[in-house]
């Protein structure tokens, strides 16, 4: 197997990117592994969350440690709580042939960009907004007035999607998967993206 892939996937809270992440994980493995890189954030957890693998839960006096120790590739503030991604594990994974997916949004995206030209950027558009706002509803995850702020950012952050080698509209999951796998092993085979 040779070298693997790095991919900067954004798209706004609720469009289905983690679930299209486990649709992917299901598609490759085992022959190839799919590692979804564990951002540290401030943010409290979530029900059902894990420390260490969905995020890894921290206090802001330690986040801007690691920011100031250079040890995040990208940082950004979100909806009041900072997010950023640890650098150390992204090389050997992709040497290992991994598939490296960072969850992450626009501007921490655009820092990817610029630091790193082997990534390619996918970004997740909603159906439209209405659809999008269920989707959040429905998760059951977040406060009204979180929704709203979510929202507000999503608007903005839509608007960046041309900057992205790639834009996948998530109408159906069965669509956005097939989508996804096909820019994958497109970039995989070493095309030009
Ligand atoms: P994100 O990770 O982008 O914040 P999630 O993966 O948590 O979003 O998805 C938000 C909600 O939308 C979940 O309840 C999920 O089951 C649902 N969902 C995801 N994709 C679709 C789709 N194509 N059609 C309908 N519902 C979807
Ligand atoms: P959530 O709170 O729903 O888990 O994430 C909120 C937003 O933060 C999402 O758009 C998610 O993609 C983004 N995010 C998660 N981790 C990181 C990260 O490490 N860096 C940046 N810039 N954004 C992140």
Redesign the pocket.
Known sequence: MGKGLLIV?????GVG?GTILELLRAHYEPERKVFL?V???T?GM?PGEIDGY??HFIDREHFVELRDRGE?L???E??G?M???PASPIDSHIANGDIVV????????F?VMEKRDDAVSVFIMPPDMDELERRLRGRGTETEEQIQR?MA?SRS?CGHAEKYDYIIYNDTLDNAVEAFCKIIDTNLNGDVK
């Open positions: 996937m954004s798209g706004p809270s990117k890189s951002s540290a954030t943010r979530r969905h995020y995040l990208e940082y950004a979100y909806a709580n997010y950023g991604t960072l969850d992450i949004e626009t501007r921490g995206a820092q979510r950012i952050e």
